[in-house]
């Protein structure tokens, strides 16, 4: 059974940083394609931050370049995002997933695991 659990959410001043982790298990996370996404209140959820494991390489929204960075750990089938800069509007429901179709590096398979999500709040 594949489960992605995410950590590190929580509540930050604007400026402020906090790293994300979604661990995942049950699925073959070297080689494979992983993606952050997030859901602000009242808005459909939108991609993040995207990952192919095997290479390292990455994608990023243009909202959040430059302040966040993707990142894995395939040992551990981890992969982190870290926030820095966190803005009012980065506020939302962080969720990891594996191999969405709408994330660049996705396989296409159509087989896509969502993590539970975890809340991100930055206040002004």
């Known amino acids: 059974q594949v489960q992605l659990v995410e950590s590190g959410g929580g509540s930050v001043q604007a400026g402020g940083s906090l790293r994300l982790s979604c661990v995942a298990s049950?699925?073959?996370?070297?080689?494979?394609?992983m993606g952050w996404f997030r859901q602000p209140p009242g808005k459909e959820r939108e991609v993040v931050a995207a990952?192919?494991?095997?290479?390292?390489?990455?994608y990023y929204s243009d909202s959040v370049k430059g302040r966040f960075t993707i990142s894995r750990d395939n040992a551990k089938n981890t992969v982190y995002l870290q926030m820095n800069s966190l803005k009012p509007e980065d506020t939302a429901k962080y969720y990891c997933?594996?191999?969405?179709?709408?994330?660049?590096?996705?396989?296409?398979?159509?087989?896509?695991?969502w993590g539970q999500g975890t809340q991100v709040t930055v206040s002004s």
């Open positions: 997933a594996a191999d969405h179709p709408a994330l660049y590096c996705s396989s296409g398979t159509g087989v896509t695991y």
């Open positions: 049950g699925y073959t996370f070297s080689g494979n394609c």
């Open positions: 990952i192919y494991t095997g290479a390292g390489t990455t």
